[in-house]
């Protein structure tokens, strides 16, 4: 055993590293980074309490729909284009949303297929007394003949926050 101590190789312990065995998660993995509730930086190189609160939920800016949704309420009064120079949005991008309400056709193949999915995978959910989650929703559209991915499935639940 090259010097080794012989009765330690088959002991278990803390300091023993292991690794995720087969089917495990193994991109998830703990914070290896600053211990919670403890500042990363020197007290005087920032104020953690400013930036509470600065970032909505899914990133830095609100989603499009939340802006196009917000212009719709109020372009009778300001229009469209001057709201877009203070919102951080494209006059092009409000435009494209809006057609695609319009005229459904011209729609991504995916959202369409969300659009049709979407009651099945809700009406599943639905018939098993709403404790069904996103493996045994996507079990049961398989069954019933449909041919959509657990990713699909995963996807839409997370839009309806109701499955995890």
Not at 141 to 154: H, K, Q, S
Request: one cysteine or more.
């Amino acid at each position: 055993m090259h010097g080794a101590d012989v009765a330690r190789v088959g002991e278990e312990g803390r300091d023993r590293k292991r690794y995720a065995g087969r089917g495990a998660k193994r991109c998830c993995r703990p914070n290896e980074g600053a211990e919670a509730g403890k500042l990363r930086a020197a007290p005087g190189q920032r104020n953690p309490v400013q930036g509470v609160g600065v970032f909505c939920d899914g990133g830095a800016r609100p989603p499009s729909k939340v802006k196009v949704s917000f212009i719709d309420a109020h372009r009778e009064v300001y229009g469209v284009e001057p709201i877009c120079r203070v919102l951080p949005i494209a006059p092009s991008t409000y435009h494209a949303h809006i057609a695609r309400k319009i005229e459904p056709a011209g729609r991504s193949a995916r959202s369409r297929r969300d659009d049709a999915l979407g009651p099945e995978v809700r009406r599943v959910f639905a018939e098993n007394f709403r404790v069904y989650g996103v493996c045994k929703v996507w079990r049961q559209l398989w069954r019933e003949g449909f041919d959509i991915a657990p990713c699909t499935v995963a996807r839409l639940c997370g839009q309806w926050a109701w499955a995890a």
